[in-house]
Nanobody, 119 residues
Framework: QVQVVESGGGLVQPGGSLRLSCAAS????????MCWYRQAPGKQRELVAT??????TNYADSVKGRFTISRDNAKNTILQMNSLKPEDTAVYYC??????????????WGQGTQVTVSS
C-alpha cells in the first residue's frame, strides 16, 4: 500500500510565496511521475505541475514562471510557489504513480492542503 501526504499550505498575501511538500511512503518499488493538482471551489480539479523520475517537468500555462516542481529524493516532491495570486487559491493535491514491490501499478493521492491567497 502506498500513502501520499502533503504539507505546507496556508494563508499568504498576493505576491507572496509558499512551499508545498509531498512525501510518498509504503511498499514502493518505483515512482514514475509525481504531480500536483489543485481544485478551487466550484471548479474542476486541474493539473498544475508534473515531474518524472528522470526529472522532466511540465507546468500549466497559468503557473509557468511562478511555480517550480522538484524532487529532493525518489519519493518526495516540492512545489515552490512564488508571486502568488488570489486565483491560485485552491486545495492542492499530490499524486504519485508508479509500481509497488509486487510490480503492481499504483496511483495514489494525498488528502490535500489548502492554499489561500488573500490580503
Amino acid at each position: 500500500q502506498v500513502q501520499v501526504v502533503e504539507s505546507g499550505g496556508g494563508l499568504v498575501q498576493p505576491g507572496g510565496s509558499l512551499r508545498l511538500s509531498c512525501a510518498a511512503s509504503g511498499t514502493i518499488f518505483s515512482i514514475y511521475v509525481m504531480c500536483w493538482y489543485r481544485q478551487a471551489p466550484g471548479k474542476q480539479r486541474e493539473l498544475v505541475a508534473t515531474i518524472s523520475s528522470g526529472g522532466n517537468t511540465n507546468y500549466a500555462d497559468s503557473v509557468k514562471g511562478r511555480f517550480t516542481i522538484s524532487r529532493d529524493n525518489a519519493k518526495n516532491t516540492i512545489l515552490q510557489m512564488n508571486s502568488l495570486k488570489p486565483e491560485d487559491t485552491a486545495v492542492y493535491y499530490c499524486n504519485a504513480r508508479g509500481s509497488d514491490l509486487r510490480r503492481t501499478v499504483f496511483d495514489s493521492w494525498g488528502q490535500g492542503t489548502q492554499v489561500t491567497v488573500s490580503s
